[in-house]
């Protein structure tokens, strides 16, 4: 009887070890799957797409809410104004512009040097040949295209390939250039239009094609611009506002014409035009966002921090800065 009690009580002792075991392990999965929950939850979605002005003003698209999708490292410099920016396999790079330093006083100095964001941290790399401010750029396959800007001998008309080793000069512009405006409309052609050109920085309707190593003079524009943006939409090259003007142009790419688009609700100078999902938006330099909507210009927001264009605006998926 004693013998049937001891094992009848090591019974109940194993089954409960073995019921604990296995509570114990359900527990395990339970946890497990709520810190991968949490994790899935707290990363943000890769499809996300984000307007990039300056390290430090990042917006959601397309809704332009201000967000800080990572924590990313000052920039080397502590603002950094008319600087070109562009994306090259996957990493964004941000080259010249005038750097201003607060101590009391501002002092602006041009700069030429190109940082990379990797891992979240700025990394110092090939730096354009000579302190620039004011240029244009264009990306393509082939790199990433500079051209034109104010140096410290004054108005340049040289251009510059980056493609991952070091610069590349490329073939003079027929003018000295700056606050220009650029854009690549595939097929290996670039456009430019106005700016401020030759010595004394007169505001100029001119536009030139690069196609074949080779720049050529197109139709020029009615209204003479710089500080103006542009940008390739429908098949059309928009360009839009600049120093006292809201007026719009639009060239048809194939034919090279131009015709007067709608104007924009106010004079623009040194805003940005972003194309994002086949919409086209101009991003005034006091904030306002204006969508192209049937030929009509509409509020959509009005984003907060930007005063100018302190680079041309980029447009960046989460992981190419996270």
Known sequence: MIQ??????????????????????????????????????????????FLFLTPTLTYEMPSFRLSTPCTMAQHPHHLVRYAVAGLYSGSLLICGGGGEYASGTITITRLSSCHTLSNQTWVQTDSLPAP???AAVSQSSGGILVTGGLTNKGLTNHTQTYSGAGWTRGPDLPVKV?????????????????????????????????????WTELPPMNTSRDGHACAVAQNQLWVMGGYGTATVEIMDITTKV?????????????GQAVVYRGELYAVHNEGQ??????????????????????????VVNIADLC
């Open 4 to 49: 049937w009690h001891n094992s009848r009580a090591r019974y109940k002792m194993e089954t409960g070890k073995k019921k604990f075991a296995v509570v114990g392990v359900i527990i395990g999965v339970v946890v497990i799957l709520i810190i991968t929950l949490i994790c899935f939850l707290a990363k943000p979605s890769e499809s996300k797409d």
């Open 132 to 134: 620039t401010a004011g």
């Open 258 to 270: 131009w015709r007067n688009g709608p104007d924009l609700p106010r004079e623009m100078y040194g």
């Open 289 to 314: 966002v204006w969508r192209l909507t049937k030929d009509v210009w509409e509020t959509v927001a009005t984003i907060t921090g930007y005063k100018g264009r302190p680079i041309q605006a980029v």
């Open 178 to 214: 700056t606050y220009h405006c650029q854009v690549d409309i595939g097929g290996e052609e670039v456009i430019i239009s106005g700016g401020g050109i030759d010595d004394d920085g007169s505001d100029s309707a001119r536009v030139f094609s690069l196609q074949g190593g080779r």
